[in-house]
């Protein structure tokens, strides 16, 4: 089956630090991934959908310059939170869309994040 | 705009016990609709639906949807321990984009 992974699987970083957050889709090719941010016991939040070799685009009320998105090639997507903030700390999942003819996503294992 | 609705919120039955998890949803642009399973991490894959009527079944799991009343279940048989967890619901839309109802929390009890 179509698998996704992230690394790393949880960070604690400083106020003011950036973290880069990487996803990968292990046996396909994906042109198109998805940024997520969960909060404790809510759902799924989309952020960000990520295109190879195009620019992301973000969701209403999600700042582009601090949640910086690459996809620089069909396998990997990345994330890097810039000059982060205690209220950054949460749960960032990504997920892959496995074809374009497709709606299936998988999902990585997420990545917790927590600012001190 | 564009919303998924699950229902019941929460639900505690007994192992062997059958249970029914709602899905509702009001999105333009609907391409399809699918069910994941969330436990500690990220959610895994279920089910994706995309006509109406025609039930997908894996194991003690099955799933309908009705695009003319604008709904999905999920229903699962002889629940067991294991099948504790959120059940979350999403709806395709254009360009691939998921919209997730709050999702519902299964215990299930020995």
């Known amino acids: 089956g179509a698998v996704v992974s992230q690394h790393p699987s949880w960070v604690i970083c400083k106020s003011g630090t950036s973290v880069k957050i990487e996803c990968r889709s292990l046996?396909?090719?994906?042109?198109?991934m998805f940024w997520y941010r969960q909060f404790p016991k809510q759902s799924l939040m989309l952020m960000a959908t990520s295109n190879e070799g195009s620019k992301a685009t973000y969701e209403q009320g999600v700042e582009k310059d601090k949640f910086l998105i690459n996809h620089a090639s069909l396998t990997l997507s990345t994330l890097t939170v810039t000059s982060a903030h205690p209220e950054d700390s949460s749960f960032y999942i990504c997920?892959?869309?496995?074809?374009?003819?497709?709606?299936?996503?998988?999902f990585g294992p997420g990545t917790r994040l927590t600012v001190t | 705009e564009d919303k998924v609705v699950q229902s019941p919120l929460s639900l505690v039955v007994h192992e062997g016990d059958t249970v029914t998890l709602n899905c509702s949803y009001e999105v333009t642009n609907f391409r399809s609709l699918l069910w994941y399973k969330q436990e500690k991490k990220a959610p895994t894959f279920l089910f994706m639906l995309?006509?109406?009527?025609i039930e997908k079944k894996s194991g003690r799991l099955s799933s309908i949807l009705d695009k003319k009343e604008l709904f999905s279940i999920l229903n699962i048989t002889a629940t067991q321990t294991g099948d504790s967890a959120v059940y979350l619901c999403?709806?395709?839309?254009?360009?691939?984009?998921?919209?997730f109802g709050q999702g519902t929390t299964l215990q299930v009890k020995p």
């Open positions: 995309t006509s109406s009527g």
């Open positions: 997920s892959a869309r496995t074809s374009a003819q497709s709606y299936e996503q998988y």
């Open positions: 999403a709806v395709a839309s254009v360009r691939g984009k998921l919209i």
């Open positions: 046996d396909f090719q994906a042109t198109t």
